[in-house]
């Protein structure tokens, strides 16, 4: 069955970097679109940063522009998340997710990975 898996989580003090990856096997990675998502205790799961299956163009949600970096290597079939100036407010779970639109669409989630700052 298809499998996304998140792994880099951890604890990190302000101002401290992460590097987060997301393993795919068994679907076509290099088709999907790529994205990372993140929720937080009490709120809504937010996209942080998603790219297209070539890795062409990335955007970023605001609060994570000019911190965070996506990366993807199909050859790998592993996308990344590189994050700097970590705040507080970016402590959540991290979920990788993998997107294909058409009929059905088919989307596929990872378990997440945790990411906590703090000093």
């Known amino acids: 069955q298809v499998q996304l898996v998140e792994s880099g989580g951890g604890l990190v003090q302000p101002g401290g970097s992460l590097r987060l990856s997301c393993a795919a096997s068994?679907?076509?990675?290099?088709?999907?679109?790529m994205s990372w998502y993140r929720q937080a205790p009490g709120k809504e799961r937010e996209l942080v940063a998603t790219t297209t299956p070539t890795g062409g163009t990335t955007n970023y949600a605001d609060s994570v522009k000019g911190r965070f970096t996506l990366s993807r290597d199909n050859a790998k079939s592993t996308m990344y998340l590189q994050m700097n100036s970590l705040k507080p407010e970016d402590t959540a779970v991290y979920y990788c997710n993998a997107l294909k639109r058409g009929t059905p669409i088919q989307r596929y989630w990872g378990q997440g990975t945790q990411v906590t700052v703090s000093s």
């Open positions: 068994r679907f076509t990675f290099s088709t999907y679109t």
